[in-house]
């Protein structure tokens, strides 16, 4: 219904009855259909062209700084054949967008991109075949330029002339004949982002920006710490603070709307004086002696090969909690209106987030709208959908106005769900020859994901007087994994046995980030290759070699190799070189990378020299792109790794700012950092954005061990751990 | 004019000294050491504080090039470690022990006394034996130190040591205990606390009766740490471990200026042994609590100060340091109730930020953010906060200004 | 009642003089580029410039600003005549989810326009209080070196 009201206001192509998504997942033969196609396959669902023949295409993704629009867009004006700037792009809107789930996983190319390339490119054919009938000439002749098909005779009909009638609302074919890759001139290219300009000059860039007639502006108070129950409030001096328009309270949730925003600030503060809690708790800070005390619920999800004797080597490693740590504190515009609640939001799923919303404030889904708008970068699952949540209850209240909700730095530090802290415990064997002949994994850990789609997975829904249950926490399957995402190796070795410990208590809240457990699996399996590496006396490069098949990874593993000068290396005193691979979740990208540090042990210090990395991820759509979000992934991955740590004591999270949970700053990134693209044109896209967590985290460890001969398998490798550990030896 | 009498002195002061033999000879001590000697050297160095002088910022730990400005000019740290052409990796340990104790390097040339031998000398054998070993053993940098800046002659240090040198023990109590008897022999020796918070005469001796009551360092004000402790809660031995060891404890400042690279020190030292610095440092302090003498803002420049402390301080320091942030009451703060404003507006201005790989508490910095007249009238209003008598605030800015930020 | 200068315009606001310049900035002249980050003075994502110095929005009072000038983001140019800096942000595409950028080109604006011909060590000094969580740092030390020499060119 909703699409058919839409395409209805929309004008250019006419309405169809609503067929049930099922009968159209797949065509005749049963082929499936490319990317997100299968779950959305009617055309007209992605392109659409005016009589005006103004071009807009909708993707359920969502902007996040990776760049997908941009992305997105240089695939759809590539098949439509038409220019870069024509395509209007249209992004996660439980309106307008298909459903597309989360932007989340690195999927966006894979499932919107391929979903977009074949749908443009079958578009494009729709509109040759109409212009030929109109034109009495073959399609064979006829050729897509510039917004027009054009005949042999110089005759062109303009595409939107072509489109009257239902010419795009047609399914979805499994097999559309592409753009070949020599007439390319979108696709591949470096081009600009879109969204940079409006970014460098202020203009409304996120939802932080966004200002609605009449908008006005709340402040949460959240509990001290989790579980803390409400025991009083007393909120006559906030109410009487100037500004200040409502306080609400619904059981443990808190909040106070005021005209202008500092005005909320100083009300919230008023108010979070005058509350009394019961105390709530937190964990012991022994975390991981603490998580392995749980119950776990055991699968073993590789198991190749028989054991021939007790594993040789053994080592185990450790992760703290990590912070997402948007440097834009989480912020939602909330609106009823003729009721009708409509939800700005940088959550990474609107539909899921409507969802969840629809049950908080007990209105049907289709009476909640939920538009993305960007934020500051989230890296997963942060406080988005929870300020999504608080807007969406803070505007039921007030129906009519406009309320905007940010959280305070403190609020995101210590109530954003984390990256879970984690153990792994790898053995293995080596045979005489120095291959690894046997290969032993374990990896204990929460969910990766307590996503919405639930108002329990929300903040307020969890705070409210009468709670909402949250979804189970619950593990993602293998191939692609959750916690024990990418545990199985990808290198070849007879006995392989990967046990996934899934703990599903969770002593902190948790939630997906960026590479979920492949950033812990990666670094522990890397490190494991060079500490193997080291017993067989082999260097890590030939040692990675001499266990890889896929030449898409040793195609990586050489490029890197070769443009770090690996066999040329020369050491200095103080400093190692580390390298490290992975294929993300072992089905996606292909990423390599060698770097050198130098450590001061008085200090613990570690300084990244140069860095040298190389991602496959099939087909490059925007090199440019991929470079970007790579150098992003290596150092926010070095960040993670050298610094970073969820901190508390008993009474709450003390890593609530900057001063106590630092990330690193422009002293210590890398002094070069070199990305290499290695384009596979034709080859489907394999994503990018979280290729580079894992491998860079074992690079540095694996540098450090070259560096000081001490294997540190504890993140984060921070100086006051490094200088602890070269002081013990 | 301070300095033509110093020059003055001690060239009157020269015809009587003799400078001491050189020792060279003497074979290089061995580069391997039981691992306790050095692990017991590398306490004892945190203790001293010895990296701090002797690393240039950004510098390789030890390798020297700090630049420690005194009033009679610029001293540089020097490299002590193992570099036999830049470092120390010629000397025997007796050298070793003859620069900690007598000043003298090993050639018999003076050190400044900015290089605080007047303390070490103090040191046991065992210690400067186990300082010897873990210095022994670090990286050897190749780094060649900057040349001083210095007007007086390194011959005319002989006068100054003949004054102000008192080789021997530390002071010991026997009716004192165990910590109490440690905390002396390290605070007096290797920790050199007295070197920042004892005010020194024309001479830069230490004024050996005003011991601990407050000196002046970098631009920044060592507060007494004796019975006449400006601290607006008297220090107890539990709170003053903890600051010392972490830079925080409940109800006091966090460390800043000199001080942090001290207390990042001490982080890394025994327990046992800061503990022991706590208990010496505490028992000297007042027990009765400080009474703050506020007194109200009358003068005009005060009064635009406070709508300053209104905007811009305010929002942490009135809450407290409370759940969800906030920061130290003021009223609790020492900067504010120490004879100078120098450490206030070096807070003010440039925070304390920690450096940008420690997780620590921070203060932001208000560098642009207040004019020269707006921090005046700022510590106008402050100095009400505790009735300090701070004079020429002006003047104090203008000063504070030719600092580097 | 304060008047402020911004971008060159004076601007008589009612507030509370107390309110830190960030939230008038943002709420009361509807420039979007300054943003709130911390409101600690930790992160610089607010960071503007007064009287040619880089300073926090999110923790300067207003009080304290009358009659001085106030630089913003969007003091420096327009997306149709982006400024030296603005150029280089773009020419080197250097954002990603680009929050903390506008912060970042008023922290070198600062430094630029002192000495646009700041060294590589010179620019991560200068802009190590501003924090990037998407990991741009590479890019954003090319584009303010790239924008000092644009600068120096004028």
């Known amino acids: 219904m909703r699409r058919r009201e839409f395409l209805a206001t929309g004008g250019a192509l006419v309405i169809a009855f609503s067929i049930p998504r099922a009968a159209w997942a797949q065509d005749a033969e049963g082929a499936k259909l490319p990317g997100s196609l299968g779950k959305t396959p009617m055309l007209d669902s992605w392109i659409r062209i005016g009589t005006d023949g103004s071009i807009t295409v909708f993707t359920g993704k969502c902007e996040l700084g990776q760049g997908v629009r941009t992305a997105l867009q240089q695939v759809a004006a590539e098949q439509l054949a038409v220019a870069f700037d024509r395509v209007t792009m249209v992004t996660a809107d439980t309106e307008r967008t298909p459903d597309e789930g989360f932007t989340s996983g690195s999927n966006s190319m894979k499932d919107s991109g391929t979903a977009i390339l074949n749908a443009a490119a079958q578009a494009r054919e729709l509109l040759i075949a109409e212009a030929a009938k109109r034109l009495a000439v073959p399609s064979t002749q006829l050729v897509a330029r510039d917004g027009s098909i054009v005949a042999p005779d110089g005759r062109r009909v303009a595409y939107g002339e072509l489109v009257e009638g239902q010419l795009l609302h047609v399914n979805a074919q499994p097999h559309s004949t592409l753009i070949d890759r020599a007439s390319r001139r979108v696709m591949g290219k470096p081009v600009q982002r879109v969204d940079i300009p409006g970014k460098v000059t202020g203009g409304v860039a996120y939802v932080q920006d966004l200002r609605l007639p009449g908008m006005v502006h709340a402040r949460v108070v959240r509990p001290p710490q989790p579980g803390a129950k409400l025991r009083s409030l007393d909120a006559s001096a906030a109410r009487a603070m100037p500004g200040v328009v409502d306080v609400v309270r619904d059981g443990n949730f808190v909040a106070v709307i005021a005209r202008s925003e500092f005005e909320a600030v100083r009300a919230m503060r008023a108010l979070s004086d005058s509350a009394t809690w019961d105390d709530g708790s937190l964990p012991p800070q022994e975390i991981h002696a603490h998580l392995l005390g749980l119950a776990s619920k055991d699968t073993v999800i590789a198991d190749r090969g028989t054991a021939t004797s007790p594993a040789q080597y053994e080592s185990t490693y450790h992760r703290p909690y990590h912070m997402h740590g948007a440097i834009g504190p989480s912020c939602a515009v909330g609106l009823l209106q003729d009721g009708k609640l409509t939800v700005w939001t940088h959550t990474q799923g609107v539909y899921p987030l409507r969802a969840a919303i629809a049950e908080l404030v007990k209105m049907p889904p289709d009476k909640v709208h939920c538009i993305h708008m960007e934020g500051s970068g989230c890296y997963g699952h942060n406080g988005a959908d929870d300020a999504g949540g608080d807007a969406a209850l803070l505007a039921v209240t007030h129906p009519g106005r406009p309320v905007r909700v940010q959280h305070m730095r403190e609020q995101e530090h210590s109530w954003e769900p984390y990256g879970p802290a984690m153990v792994t415990k790898a053995r293995a064997s080596l045979g005489a020859d120095g291959r690894i002949v046997s290969w032993e994994f374990d990896v204990w850990s929460n969910t990766h994901s307590t996503r919405p789609g639930k108002a329990g997975n929300l903040a307020a829904g969890m705070l409210v007087a009468s709670p909402f249950a949250a979804s189970p926490p619950g593990t993602i399957p293998q191939p692609e994994g959750g916690g024990d995402r990418n545990s199985i190796p990808l290198y070849s070795v007879p006995r392989v046995k990967v046990t996934s410990r899934f703990i599903p208590e969770m002593p902190l809240r948790v939630s997906a980030l960026r590479g979920l457990g492949a950033y812990m699996n990666v670094f522990s399996i890397e490190s494991f290759m060079d500490e193997l590496a080291v017993a067989a006396k082999a260097d890590p490069v030939g040692f990675r070699l001499r266990h890889l098949d896929d030449p898409r990874a040793v195609s990586v593993v050489q490029a890197v190799a070769e443009r770090f000068g690996w066999s040329t290396w020369q050491r200095e005193p103080g400093h190692g070189r580390g390298f490290a691979f992975a294929r993300y979740k072992n089905l996606a990208a292909y990423f390599a990378i060698a770097m050198d540090v130098e450590v001061t042990r008085e200090s613990g210090e570690i300084r990244v020299g140069r860095v040298c990395c190389a991602i496959d991820s099939g087909e490059a759509v925007n090199p440019d792109g991929i470079r970007n979000q790579t150098e992003g992934g290596v150092v926010q991955s070095l960040s993670w790794t050298m610094l970073e740590a969820v901190t508390w004591d008993a009474k709450r999270i003390t890593s609530r700012d900057w001063g106590r949970y630092p990330v690193i700053r422009f002293q210590h990134v890398p002094r070069s950092l070199d990305v290499q693209v290695i384009d596979r044109p034709g080859e489907p896209f394999l994503g990018t954005g979280e290729a580079a967590q894992g491998p860079t985290a074992a690079a540095l460890a694996n540098a450090v061990a070259d560096a000081t001969g001490v294997r540190i398998r504890d993140i984060p490798l921070n100086p006051a751990r490094v200088a602890a550990t070269l002081r013990r030896v | 004019m301070q300095w033509s009498r110093v020059i003055a002195l001690l060239a009157l002061a020269c015809a009587s000294c003799t400078a001491p033999a050189p020792m060279e000879g003497h074979a290089p001590g061995p580069r391997t050491f039981p691992a306790s000697d050095i692990a017991k050297g590398a306490n004892l160095a945190a203790l001293g504080n010895c990296v701090t002088c002797h690393t240039a910022p950004g510098g390789k730990p030890f390798a020297g090039g700090y630049a420690l400005k005194t009033p009679f000019g610029t001293v540089h740290g020097t490299n002590i470690t193992p570099d036999e052409a830049t470092g120390i990796g010629r000397w025997s340990e007796e050298d070793f022990r003859r620069a900690l104790r007598e000043g003298l390097n090993p050639a018999g040339h003076h050190y400044y006394p900015a290089f605080p031998y007047a303390y070490f000398t103090h040191l046991t054998d065992e210690d400067i034996h186990a300082l010897y070993a873990f210095v022994m053993t670090r990286e050897a940098v190749h780094a060649e130190t900057p040349a001083n800046t210095v007007v007086v002659p390194r011959f005319a240090v002989a006068i100054w040591n003949a004054r102000y040198l008192h080789p021997g023990p530390a002071r010991s109590d026997p009716a004192r205990d165990a910590s109490w008897n440690r905390g002396a022999y390290l605070a007096d020796s290797l920790a050199h606390c007295s070197d920042c918070h004892t005010p020194r005469d024309k001479l830069g001796g230490e004024k050996s009766a005003e011991y601990l009551s407050g000196g002046d360092v970098d631009g920044w004000h060592a507060p007494a740490l004796n019975e006449h402790s400006p601290s607006p809660v008297p220090w107890n031995v539990e709170a003053l471990e903890t600051y010392l060891a972490t830079g925080l404890a409940d109800h006091h400042a966090i460390s800043a200026g000199p001080m942090r690279g001290v207390v990042d020190n001490l982080g890394r030292a025994s327990h046992g042994d800061v503990h022991a610095l706590a208990v010496y440092i505490a028992g000297m302090e007042r027990s009765s609590p400080h009474r703050a003498r506020g007194s109200e803002a009358a003068d005009s420049s005060a009064q635009r100060g406070k709508q300053v402390y209104a905007g811009a301080c305010a929002d942490c320091h009135t809450r407290g340091r409370s759940a969800d942030g906030g920061a130290l009451p003021l009223e609790e703060a020492i900067a504010l109730a120490i004879p100078t404003p120098s450490n206030l507006i070096h807070i003010v201005r440039d925070g304390i930020v920690p450096r940008e790989d420690r997780a620590q508490p921070w203060m932001p910095a208000f560098r642009g953010a207040l004019t020269d007249e707006q921090l005046v009238d700022l510590l106008a209003y402050l100095r009400t906060i505790d009735g300090v008598e701070w004079n020429d605030l002006n003047e104090q800015v203008r000063k504070a200004d030719k600092e580097p930020g | ?154």
């Open chain 3, 1 to 154: 009642m304060i008047t402020l200068e911004v971008n060159g315009h004076r601007h008589d606001v009612d507030v509370d003089p107390s309110t830190p310049l960030l939230y008038v900035l943002r709420g009361e002249l509807a420039l979007n580029a300054a943003k709130f980050g911390c409101g600690l003075g930790q992160c610089g994502s607010c960071t503007v410039m007064v009287d040619g110095e880089a300073i926090y929005s999110c923790i300067t009072p207003v009080s304290t600003l009358a009659g001085r000038r106030i630089t913003t983001v969007e003091g420096l140019g327009t997306v149709d005549k982006p400024g030296p800096v603005q150029r280089a942000f773009i020419e080197e595409q250097a954002a990603q989810c680009g929050y903390c950028i506008p912060g970042m080109m008023m922290r070198a604006q600062a430094l630029l326009e002192k000495n646009p011909g700041a060294s590589e060590d010179e620019i991560r000094k200068a802009l190590e209080p501003n924090l990037c969580r998407c990991g741009t740092h590479m890019r954003i030390l090319r584009a303010v070196a790239r924008a000092g020499k644009l600068m120096g060119a004028k």
